[in-house]
């Protein structure tokens, strides 16, 4: 990694881990961002804490329990530090519940161009009082203006598991679809890792296949991918495949040695 790339705009704690192709750092992620020079980043990835009583590392659920409007400064705080970071073009990401996308999504709109929002199917949620049931997480897609870099991932048409047809009747397209049919914006393939056995940690995990898919629209080779709350490390495992660099950060411990472990054993292809 270039010296220029490790230039922080101030202190920041000291590197948790350091690689070839990104660092890990472990402190509060507004800490982290303040400390980053302004454009450096060709993408910024966010899956905050949701505010609803989760417990990660040692800290209890009541510090994922925050007074509401102090959620609000915490996460606008962090939002307004992901665009300075961001280079001109650069794409932001942020996973969310709806509730929190749509305030969180009209206070980005007044900063960067809105591109999406990406419904990525939910499994298992609960039906609470008068709602409906809700079916889908947000992954809200913006850009520092125009984007400077974007791919439409293709996909395999889903097929019949018992017969191995097409789902879809695609009629005359049917020679085109081999080729892969256009990612939409409803992500209905893909669901939060949930099976114990296939989890790096107890918390909320992203399946890989979500950032694999950030990365395709909006990365490039050799370019930079912000996580200030890496969690388990899904997101450095698909940046380190990808080509492109990182600086990630949790404020956790554990959670970055969880993250550090996870992307050494990738790396030494276990
Ligand atoms: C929803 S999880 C991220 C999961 C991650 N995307 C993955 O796939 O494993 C949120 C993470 O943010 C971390 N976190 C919570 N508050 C933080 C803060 N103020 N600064 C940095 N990290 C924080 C938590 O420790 C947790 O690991």
Same mark, same amino acid.
């Given at each position: ?8 705009? %101030?202190?920041? *704690? ?5 690689? $070839?192709?990104?660092?890990?750092? @472990?402190?509060?992620? &507004? =800490? ?111 850009? %520092?203006?125009? *984007? ?5 991932? $293709?996909?395999?048409?889903?097929? @019949?598991?018992?017969? &191995? =047809? ?105």
């Amino acid at each position: 990694m270039g010296k220029r790339f490790l230039t922080w705009k %101030k202190n920041v *704690p000291a590197p948790y881990r350091k690689w $070839k192709d990104g660092v890990l750092v @472990c402190c509060d992620a &507004n =800490e982290f961002l303040s400390g980053m020079r302004d454009e450096i980043a060709d993408i910024v990835f966010l899956d905050p804490p949701f505010n609803l009583g989760k417990k990660y590392g040692n800290r209890g659920a009541k510090a994922d329990l925050m007074d509401e409007q102090d959620y609000i400064s915490f996460i606008q705080e962090i939002l307004l530090g992901s665009v300075r970071v961001l280079k001109k073009g650069g794409a932001l990401y942020l996973y969310h519940i709806p509730q929190w996308a749509v305030r969180l999504g009209s206070f980005l709109d007044k900063k960067m161009s809105f591109r999406h929002w990406i419904a990525v199917s939910m499994k298992n949620g609960f039906a609470r009082g008068d709602f409906l049931y809700p079916a889908h997480y947000a992954l809200l897609y913006f850009t %520092k203006g125009k *984007p400077t870099s974007f791919h439409r991932p $293709k996909l395999p048409p889903p097929k @019949c598991r018992k017969c &191995n =047809e097409y789902i879809r009747d695609y009629g005359g397209y049917k020679q085109f679809v081999k080729e892969g049919i256009n990612l939409t914006d409803i992500w209905e393939d893909l669901s939060p890792v949930r099976h114990r056995n296939k989890k790096n940690r107890l918390e909320n995990e992203l399946p890989l296949e979500l950032v694999r898919r950030v990365i395709q629209i909006s990365g490039k080779r050799g370019g930079v991918f912000v996580d200030p709350f890496v969690g388990s490390g899904t997101s450095i495992v698909a940046v380190a495949e990808s080509g492109m660099r990182f600086l990630a950060c949790d404020r956790e411990s554990n959670c970055c040695d969880i993250a550090a472990g996870r992307l050494s054993s990738f790396k030494a292809g276990k």
